[in-house]
């Protein structure tokens, strides 16, 4: 999994009560603060993975049943790390999407035509945004099962290197469609971002966005 950057918005200048655009901006943005810890959470796994990836590289390359054993219980343990990892961020995402729904009434309650076109929009690209990663967290989190059941196996001396070899490529198969789901994703969040410019441009809020 990679990391996707989300574009943050750090500044609203508003006079008097807020307006309806305004009530939805502080939502919009809401949803934004709590998914900075999802983008920690992504790095973290990522460094895992790497770990992980060195550890079979390894293995491949030993005769040795007990330390293969060994490195196998090792990677284990990084698995469990990267389901914990993969949670949280998970936790992270839904808390977005629930102050993200928010903004749904107030989108119904906005006069101007266009710029409710433009907000029912943007609420339509995000949900399905949000969607693709509940996707992609099945994915991931079924691949962990198999990364797992590959080195429970590799801790026994008898197994078949023809069975270990159909669980490798059941777990590669599993990374080709984690690759296309994280494409999606990463494709949901670029368009979101576009069309939340383009309704805080049509609904003139004054922001100054800060594109990480």
């Known amino acids: 999994m990679t990391v996707f950057l989300f574009m943050l918005i750090i500044l609203l200048n508003a006079c008097g009560s807020e307006t309806t655009e305004e009530?939805?901006?502080?939502?919009?943005?809401?949803?934004?603060?709590l998914e900075e810890d999802f983008l920690a959470y992504e790095e973290e796994i990522a460094s895992l993975e790497q770990e992980e990836q060195d550890i079979y590289e390894t293995i491949t390359d030993l005769d040795d049943f007990s330390r293969i054993k060994e490195l196998s219980k090792e990677a284990l343990d990084i698995i469990q790390e990267r389901s914990d990892k993969l949670n949280q961020e998970r936790d992270s995402i839904e808390a977005s999407e629930e102050a993200f729904q928010k903004s749904k009434p107030l989108i119904a309650?906005?006069?101007e035509k266009n710029v409710r076109k433009k907000a029912i929009e943007m609420y339509d690209v995000m949900n399905e945004r949000y969607e693709a990663y509940a996707h992609l967290y099945e994915l991931y989190k079924d691949s962990l099962s198999l990364e797992e059941e590959l080195y429970t196996f590799l801790q026994e001396k008898d197994a078949e290197p023809k069975d270990v070899t159909n669980k490798i490529a059941d777990i590669n198969e599993y990374y080709e469609e984690i690759h296309d789901a994280t494409e999606a994703f990463s494709t949901y969040t670029t368009r979101y971002n576009e069309l939340k410019k383009e309704f805080y441009d049509i609904a003139d809020l004054d922001v100054t966005f800060n594109e990480g």
Request: proline share 0%.
């Open 23 to 33: 009530q939805i901006h502080q939502y919009l943005e809401e949803a934004v603060e």
């Open 109 to 111: 309650d906005l006069d």
